[in-house]
C-alpha cells in the first residue's frame, strides 16, 4: 500500500500538475510561455520545476542560438526516449529492475510470461505508481493496470481529463524508459469516479510472438 503521506510527491501540487501537462504537450517550453500559461510567478514556477527535475519528470536544457545573446533554458518532459530521458528515471528503472529481480528470487517466481523485457517494464511502472500513491493491480492476461480507488476521485471533474492524460504520459514515459514491448494505451472509460483502469498493448512484433498461431485444419 503506498504511504499516503508521500502521495504524488513531485506532483502532489495542481499547479505542478499543469505545468508538467504543458511541457508533455510541447517541448522546449521557457519560464516566460509557462508563467503566462499558468498566471504563475516565475520564482513560483522555478521551484515547481526544480521538484519535477528532481523527480525526473522535466528535463532543461539550453536554447541553441545562432545569435549573440544568452541562451534560454528550455524545458520538456521526460519521456523516456533517447533524445528526452532523464538521468534520475534511469536510475529509477534500473533500481525497481534490481528490486524485482531481488523479489523473485526470494519467492522463486519467474518472469513474465511476456518476457523479461516486459517483466522490468512493469517492475518500473509498479514502482512509479505506488510512488505517485497509487495501488496498482496488473492484470497480464488481460494487459490491464487497475488504479481503482483512484487518489484523484475527489478532484474536480473538470481537472479529471488533464490528470488522466498526464498520469497516462508518466506511465508512458516510465515504459519507454524500461525499454520493451509494453506501452501505454489508454485511460479506459470509468463507470464511477473513483474507477480508473488502464489499458496497457504489446507491441505488434510481440503480440505476434506471444500470441500462438491458429492450427490448419486437417486435410
Do not use: W
Not at 522546449?28 to 515547481?48: K, W
Not at 532523464?86 to 536510475?91: H, K, M, T
Not at 534490481?98 to 511476456?114: C, T
Request: proline share 7%.
Amino acid at each position: 500500500m503506498a504511504n499516503a503521506g508521500l502521495a504524488y510527491g513531485p506532483i502532489s501540487s495542481y499547479s505542478r500538475v499543469r505545468i508538467l501537462h504543458l511541457v508533455q504537450t510541447r517541448p522546449d517550453r521557457t519560464i516566460g510561455e509557462l508563467c503566462e500559461a499558468t498566471g504563475l510567478h516565475a520564482n513560483t514556477v522555478r521551484e515547481h520545476l526544480q521538484r519535477l527535475i528532481e523527480g525526473g519528470y522535466v528535463i532543461q536544457t539550453s536554447e541553441h542560438r545562432t545569435t549573440r545573446g544568452r541562451p534560454r533554458t528550455l524545458y520538456s518532459a521526460a519521456t523516456g526516449m533517447p533524445e528526452a530521458s532523464s538521468p534520475v528515471a534511469r536510475e529509477k528503472v534500473a533500481e525497481a529492475a534490481r528490486r524485482g529481480d531481488m523479489l523473485r528470487r526470494m519467492l522463486a517466481e519467474d518472469d513474465s510470461e511476456l518476457g523479461r523485457e516486459a517483466t522490468y517494464q512493469l517492475d518500473a511502472l509498479i514502482e512509479h505508481l505506488e510512488e505517485s500513491g497509487f495501488e496498482p493491480v496488473i492484470d497480464e492476461d488481460h494487459l490491464t493496470v487497475e488504479l481503482t480507488p483512484c487518489p484523484h476521485a475527489a478532484s474536480a471533474p473538470a481537472h479529471r481529463p488533464m490528470l488522466c492524460q498526464v498520469h497516462l504520459g508518466l506511465m508512458q514515459s516510465v515504459l519507454n524508459q524500461a525499454g520493451g514491448p509494453l506501452a501505454a494505451d489508454c485511460v479506459r472509460e470509468p463507470a464511477r469516479p473513483e474507477e480508473c483502469t488502464v489499458q496497457l498493448r504489446l507491441s505488434a512484433a510481440a503480440a505476434a510472438v506471444t500470441t500462438p498461431a491458429p492450427v490448419s485444419a486437417a486435410a
